[in-house]
């Protein structure tokens, strides 16, 4: 990824979460060693383990897509669109397995934090910790996978800069601004059309 890339603040917050992951899943697997296992240990490393995923999916949905999530349903509806891609935007980021895997995490979220910690008891929480390690690997791997075809989809931000910059060169065809408004729906993120933007003022001056 190029050092001036205007998602490389956003790609390099989602690293950083997924080593969050990586330290939970770390947690969980000492906790799970333990000779008896403190529910409210694994419970708050469960529900942590879904705000790491959400925040990478809002960093995506809010600065890539460009789209703000409102409602009562929004954190499924976040999680769900995560898996199909948007086309000229971003491919898809986690696969329909994975997501409705995740699904769960979601909902155990939801009962931790309506719950007294000595309520956590049952096979609930002792599935969903015994099979965070696996499924986290996955959100990791996934995760991973995306940024790397990331670049792929958005180099149209930097042919855009390119044509715009190169105004003196001659060769026909479309115009400077005509290329740049031919372009500026597959921008792929908003700080990419803000660029778009003052290239396209620039060149028409």
């Not at 956003?10 to 969980?28: D, F, G, K, P, Q």
């Not at 015994?130 to 042919?159: H, N, P």
């Not at 031919?182 to 060149?203: G, I, K, L």
Request: glycine share 6%; proline share 2%; hydrophobic share 40%.
């Amino acid at each position: 990824m190029r050092r001036d890339d205007p998602l490389d603040e956003v790609t390099t917050a989602i690293r950083r979460e997924l080593a969050n992951c990586a330290a939970l899943r770390a947690e969980a697997r000492a906790e799970l060693c333990r000779p008896e296992r403190n529910p409210r240990v694994l419970g708050s490393i469960t529900h942590d383990f879904y705000n790491c995923c959400e925040r990478v999916f809002r960093r995506i949905g809010a600065e890539i897509n460009g789209a703000s999530y409102r409602g009562e349903a929004w954190h499924k509806e976040l999680l769900f669109r995560m898996t199909v891609a948007v086309s000229g935007i971003r491919p898809q980021v986690i696969t329909e397995e994975l997501a409705a895997e995740l699904d769960e995490y979601l909902s155990f979220r939801h009962v931790f934090r309506n719950s007294y910690g000595f309520e956590l008891k049952g096979d609930r929480l002792a599935r969903l910790s015994e099979r965070l390690d696996g499924v986290a690997s996955r959100f990791e791997q996934e995760i991973a996978t995306f940024l790397a075809s990331l670049d792929d989809e958005i180099d149209v931000c930097f042919v855009v800069v390119r044509d715009v910059i190169d105004v003196s060169c001659p060769g026909g065809g479309l115009g400077v601004t005509d290329r740049v408004a031919d372009r500026r729906a597959h921008a792929s993120d908003r700080q990419c059309r803000d660029q778009v933007e003052r290239c396209s003022t620039t060149a028409a001056r």
